[in-house]
């Protein structure tokens, strides 16, 4: 297999190092809006690289992987369809609510498929999470509590295109409450404390949240976000029910300490960050969108299932700055 990669960031690089070492792929083919960095990323790593993301068109892929800004991201989705080439694409489709359903719209019926990165899907813990509430072991699921605590803050200025912590971090939570769950959330109550660094006040946004959701079948889920989990990065997610319950994400390396006696600590070290807490899982989900591309398996998580996730980041966000419950209703087409 042929794939392109648009966007060498942090994140770009990494993929591009996972996919070049994938027997299936023959060559991997960079670019950016930073030439220079393409280059210098393809020389690093022994791949290809063109001028230019447009170029990416005509370098004869089979599949296309965009890791650009997100400010990018619909029309290389949209392009890539238009030329046939099947597409993954980080979270998220695009900076808003009508931005994403415009892509939706373009694309909705076309058989090219389109993956987005939601990795936690493709997570070990959080699959046998998935597993045992389908399998029906934990009884009658009644509570899911889910976190995404950072060990610091990004910058002021990624902070002030994020879109907001629901938006940008706790999209990822609301994704996986509805995959783990299998039900869709028809209601939320937010709120978002400012307690850090000035630059989130500044840009409208919080450094750290609560959300309640209630699920269609009464289902409750809680999801606390922070920028400010000094002890390190710590993303779980309970799933407790009438006769028993798991939790994903709790591990030696879980940022957590007991105060009770004779409790020994966890051996740690705390994971830094999101890249090297799921590495596991973005490798998974790299390898999956190469049946995806070969139009072996389908995709397992296309743009409805991002505009569901979204949907609820927009609503918490409504709820938090109104100071009231959201239904989905409001926001959802």
């Not at 022994?46 to 029309?75: K, M, R, S």
């Not at 980080?90 to 994403?100: F, I, Q, S």
């Not at 373009?106 to 399998?135: C, W």
Request: proline share 6%; hydrophobic share 45%.
């Amino acid at each position: 297999m042929r794939l392109g990669l648009a966007g060498t960031g942090r994140i770009g690089t990494a993929h591009a190092e996972t996919l070049k070492g994938f027997d299936e792929v023959d060559a991997v083919v960079l670019a950016d809006v930073d030439t220079a960095r393409a280059r210098a990323t393809a020389a690093k790593l022994g791949v290809e690289a063109v001028e230019g993301i447009d170029a990416l068109f005509t370098a004869g892929l089979d599949g296309l992987v965009v890791t650009a800004a997100t400010d990018a991201h619909p029309a290389l989705i949209i392009a890539a369809v238009d030329a046939g080439i099947p597409v993954f694409c980080e979270k998220p489709v695009a900076a808003d609510l009508a931005g994403t359903l415009a892509v939706l719209d373009r694309i909705e019926g076309s058989d090219v498929p389109v993956q987005i990165g939601f990795q936690r899907r493709f997570d070990a813990g959080y699959g046998a999470a998935r597993a045992a509430v389908a399998s029906g072991e934990l009884g009658r699921l009644h509570t899911l509590r889910a976190t995404t605590l950072d060990p610091a803050p990004p910058p002021a200025e990624y902070v002030a295109h994020s879109g907001g912590l629901f938006r940008d971090c706790g999209v990822h939570d609301f994704d996986i409450i509805r995959w783990v769950s299998g039900r869709e959330v028809e209601e939320v109550y937010a709120v978002g404390a400012n307690r850090g660094e000035r630059f989130f006040a500044d840009a409208g946004d919080v450094d750290t949240a609560a959300a309640t959701l209630t699920l269609d079948d009464g289902t409750l889920a809680t999801v606390s976000l922070t920028r400010y989990n000094g002890a390190g990065y710590d993303v779980r997610l309970e799933a407790l029910g009438s006769v028993a319950n798991v939790v994903a994400g709790l591990d030696d390396r879980a940022p957590l300490r007991s105060v009770e006696p004779g409790v020994a600590p966890l051996p740690g070290p705390p994971y830094p960050g999101f890249m090297d807490r799921f590495r596991p899982a973005y490798t998974a989900e790299l390898r999956v969108f190469l049946d995806v591309a070969a139009r072996r398996a389908p995709s397992p998580c296309g743009v409805r299932d991002a505009l569901e996730a979204f949907s609820i980041a927009e609503a918490c966000e409504i709820s938090r700055h109104e100071r009231r419950p959201v239904r989905l209703a409001e926001v959802r087409r």
